[in-house]
């Protein structure tokens, strides 16, 4: 039994060197690393077929987003779960919440992509442009089995990397992206329009890693986890809300972003072609961030053990330059070129959009590495409430900057929308790291 499989039963782990942190962190970053590469893929797929243009906007300003907050809800699970699971009750307790809330989400979708609500929430609130109503509308319906999966998926993870075999979740991304791989094959083949193709493709890869998750868990369900003893306070409703509310919450705010910096993008000059070139722009960035997104589980789990932080900060510190040195190599270099001409396959004056605008999200790495550093440490105290704040603060900074340039309408969407978003990230950022200070007199974190 490993030392994470000895946290459900109390008993304390040894202090770890780095390594500990790197073992831990890089199965969860490799798995986050290679789920980025689906977008570029689908990005890449749709800009080789027919009217990329109007496909690439409808599938990265309506389709994607607007999936991503039916599903805000349950995205938090993973670190739910990864805090929570720490025996059989709580498991079920958190499982229950699962399905019913997956269910009640996945009709949401429905009542969206297939019922006149989609003109209402596509047409009105998000104001999308007539070209990209039709191919959206069609990729919505693909992804309807998309929050059920992703749900059951984040959180039976949780109690993987709970239980030391986050190597397990980097295996599943690879059976993912090989679905994804395999239906974006055929419908490039084939010829599908674009949206279909991406919905068909991200459908079938999150069903398959779900399905593969869920085998890989049963060992630790009949395991370590159903043989815990029970946790003393036991998890109750009441306390598993005050924890997951304000994540649920900050979930939904985060997802927000996405469709109202669309809906801003829309009204803004240039509309057509920011609302194709974001996306690929926002995947390039999103890449890089992950690995420090995948961080955030990794000080969850290992603050656990005692003298665990030190190495955490040290790894912390590593994980901002590696990244933020990757971006900046990319931005500086001819590798921009390469990457949004040849691999995104963006026509040439929308890559060069793309070149000049990813100056602008430089910054974006090292604030997640941060975020995850201040978030993780709230996580593991259960004051998840300056999480939510922070997010909130985002939104409101971000979206005022937003609607400042659909008022001044001076400058392109692009332009103003990574801007608007890399000031956001900045306040955020620092509210967290305010709000984390104010844990430190109970938390010997080093912050």
Not at 72 to 99: E, G, V
Request: a positive charge; glycine letters at 6%; hydrophobic letters at 55%.
């Amino acid at each position: 039994m490993s030392s994470a499989e000895l946290n459900y039963a109390a008993v304390p782990a040894p202090p770890q060197p780095l390594s500990r942190v790197f073992k831990t962190w890089w199965p969860l970053a490799a798995s986050w690393l290679l789920m980025t590469v689906e977008q570029p893929a689908v990005s890449a797929i749709i800009a080789r077929l027919a009217t990329p243009t109007v496909n690439l906007a409808a599938w990265g300003s309506v389709v994607y987003p607007l999936s991503l907050i039916i599903e805000s809800p349950i995205i938090m699970l993973l670190a739910a779960s990864t805090a929570l699971s720490q025996d059989w009750a709580s498991y079920l307790r958190l499982r229950r919440f699962m399905m019913w809330t997956s269910a009640l989400l996945t009709i949401i979708h429905a009542l969206v992509a297939f019922t006149p609500l989609y003109d209402v929430v596509v047409g009105r609130l998000i104001g999308a442009p007539a070209a990209l109503m039709a191919p959206a509308r069609i990729g919505l319906q693909w992804m309807l089995p998309w929050t059920w999966s992703i749900a059951y998926r984040r959180f039976h993870q949780g109690i993987l990397i709970r239980c030391g075999r986050s190597r397990a979740i980097g295996l599943g991304t690879v059976v993912r992206l090989t679905a994804d791989g395999l239906v974006l094959a055929v419908g490039y083949v084939l010829r599908w329009p674009g949206t279909v193709v991406a919905g068909a493709a991200i459908a079938a890869g999150v069903i398959t890693e779900a399905l593969y998750v869920g085998v890989m868990v049963q060992p630790v369900l009949r395991g370590p986890l159903h043989a815990a003893p029970p946790v003393t306070p036991a998890l109750t409703w009441r306390a598993f809300g005050a924890f997951y509310v304000p994540l649920m919450l900050t979930s939904l705010l985060q997802l927000l972003v996405r469709p109202l910096g669309s809906a801003a993008l829309s009204r803004m000059p240039e509309a057509l072609a920011s609302l194709a070139v974001w996306p690929v722009v926002a995947s390039l960035i999103f890449m890089l961030q992950s690995m420090g997104t995948a961080y955030n589980e990794v000080v969850v789990a290992l603050l656990d053990e005692p003298q665990t932080a030190p190495a955490l900060r040290r790894f912390a510190g590593l994980l901002i330059v590696a990244t933020s040195t990757l971006l900046l190599l990319v931005a500086a270099t001819p590798l921009a070129g390469f990457w949004f001409a040849r691999v995104s396959a963006l026509p040439p004056e929308l890559a060069a959009r793309a070149q000049r605008a990813v100056w602008l999200g430089l910054p974006m790495p090292a604030f997640t590495v941060l975020q995850s550093w201040f978030q993780g440490h709230l996580l593991h105290r259960r004051h998840t409430r300056g999480i939510t704040e922070s997010v909130a603060l985002y939104l409101v900074v971000s979206n005022v900057l937003l609607w400042a340039g659909v008022a001044w309408q001076g400058m392109g969407g692009l332009t103003v929308g990574l801007t608007a978003f890399t000031v956001g990230a900045t306040v955020q950022t620092a509210w967290l790291w305010l709000r984390a200070r104010q844990e430190q007199s109970s938390v010997s974190s080093g912050l």
